[in-house]
């Protein structure tokens, strides 16, 4: 009970009862008619109660009117944040409302994260978060004391060691300590200072916070379950646009094929019919001018007919790497070589070069996994190498800076119960803000370059971790280069004899 609630009770009830016993008594005096002041006496004895509680209500109405409303406001904001979906949002609305309503010096609001296992500040009013000595890890003495005393508490009901210990993280004193916890899990909690008009918090003030603690709790509960549909619903679109452009690929790949079959076709007769009116026409075809544009189509169908092979190479590359054929889904023995040859053959007619500069270290002559899909991620992989060793050679001509060479290098080793796979290079690299994203997917770092799909890393990661139950990780330092680690686990049963 507020002290001051208390002092009014008393002082009310001390008036009151002066003045039932004190007023018959003096009348019973004045009169000397004992009778008279006798009936005045059972009469206000009888009406005293009313009136002090008449009294009572009145004074406590003005005395806790500020705290009633307050106690009001929480209990409305209690029951409105089941609304709000958004855990943040929810968190700093839950500050905001406790500090300005109820006039405190700090709230601090804590939330659990998960990723790092910590219980980390999230929110502050009142009081400035800048060191991470403030994080509780899950296992705290603090966190354990919650989940055996869910209530509101007062620093006073806790073990003096634990009071020191958060008095000193916090490098101040608080004065009421407000956990939200739902089955024996802490959602989280928050610290509250001491009242601006140094009042202490009474015991409706801390009834009204449980039901605050109990509604946050829920609430937490809520957003982390909304934020993990909205993961697993964008989950399921990624993979729904995955599977419809894997479906436009194969389709678009084999138009552009039947199209190219037609060009090339149409190409080659015109070619033949030249030819035909040339030996036909020998004595037209002598003359210096038609001569020389006889030769000049000759050769535009010559350049044709390359571009088309070109372009038929790399549609049967789009293909081959698209579509997969029932045995090649098995597991099974290959040869690191046979994967990496056809990569860099691809690689080749993609950009047009006759060689891509690869230097191999492979101390390991056969590796187990499905061919088709390792395959795919050597591809992506040096490809993406070559590209940026490409860009940052392009950057360094147009800064007109030193002379650059470009360099890309596989390795590949063993170890007891799993293969190594090492693809560096030293091209570009990738800035820090972009590490986190390497494996999303529809993100690219190729805009300056060339542009990209942003799918090939998504898949690579998909290959390696849930079609072979390996690991891939990457170091990389921004225009110095980048590598890539793949782990891949041995099979149980023996390697093949040669």
């Excluded at 507020?2 to 009014?8: E, K, Y």
């Amino acid at each position: 009970m507020d002290i001051r609630v208390a002092i009014t009770r008393v002082g009310i009830f001390l008036a009151l009862y002066t003045a039932v016993l004190g007023l018959p008594f003096y009348l019973g005096y004045q009169t000397n008619s004992w009778v008279l002041s006798t009936s005045f006496a059972a009469t206000f004895a009888t009406i005293g109660p009313l009136i002090y509680r008449t009294i009572q209500k009145k004074a406590e109405d003005l005395l806790l009117a500020q705290q009633r409303h307050y106690q009001h406001i929480l209990l409305q904001a209690a029951g409105g944040m089941i609304r709000e979906h958004n855990l943040n949002r929810l968190l700093k609305l839950i500050v905001r409302i406790v500090k300005k309503t109820v006039k405190i010096s700090f709230a601090i609001i804590f939330s659990y994260d998960k990723e790092n296992k910590i219980y980390k500040p999230m929110s502050a009013r009142g009081y400035k978060i800048t060191s991470l000595d403030l994080n509780f890890p899950e296992d705290a003495p603090i966190i354990t004391y919650m989940k055996n005393n869910p209530n509101p508490f007062i620093p006073e009901e806790l073990p003096s060691d634990l009071r020191k210990c958060l008095e000193e993280k916090l490098k101040t004193s608080f004065e009421l300590f407000i956990p939200s916890v739902v089955e024996k899990r802490v959602q989280g909690f928050l610290i509250l200072g001491e009242k601006l008009d140094r009042s202490p918090y009474s015991q409706d003030d801390i009834s009204v916070f449980s039901i605050l603690s109990r509604q946050a709790a829920l609430a937490i509960e809520n957003c982390l379950f909304f934020e993990e549909f909205k993961k697993v619903q964008q989950q399921l679109f990624q993979a729904e646009k995955l599977a419809s452009i894997g479906g436009i690929a194969d389709g678009v790949a084999h138009q552009i094929k039947n199209r190219l079959n037609h060009f090339s076709l149409a190409t080659g007769e015109l070619r033949l019919a030249i030819q035909e009116f040339v030996k036909s026409n020998y004595n037209l075809a002598n003359n210096r001018s038609i001569k020389e544009f006889l030769e000049y189509l000759l050769k535009i169908t010559d350049s044709l007919i390359s571009n088309v092979k070109r372009t038929d190479s790399v549609v049967r590359g789009i293909l081959q790497f698209a579509r997969t054929q029932d045995k090649e889904l098995f597991f099974g023995y290959f040869s690191l070589e046979e994967i990496i040859n056809p990569a860099l053959e691809l690689i080749s007619i993609k950009h047009e070069v006759s060689e891509i500069p690869l230097e191999k270290d492979l101390e390991i002559d056969l590796i187990w996994g499905i061919k088709s899909q390792l395959g795919e991620v050597i591809y992506n992989l040096l490809d993406n190498a070559y590209e940026a060793t490409q860009e940052l050679a392009l950057q360094l001509f147009q800064e007109e800076k030193k002379e650059y060479h470009p360099k890309i290098k596989i390795k590949a080793y063993q170890e007891l119960t799993h293969y190594f796979i090492i693809i560096s290079d030293n091209g570009i690299g990738i800035k820090e803000e972009d590490k986190k994203k390497i494996f999303s997917p529809f993100f690219t770092t190729k805009s300056s370059y060339k542009s990209g799909s942003g799918i090939g890393m998504y898949v690579v990661r998909r290959i390696i971790e849930e079609n072979h139950n390996g690991k891939i990780w990457f170091e990389s330092t921004y225009m110095k280069g980048t590598k890539f680690y793949i782990q891949l686990p041995k099979p149980l049963s023996p390697k093949p004899s040669k």
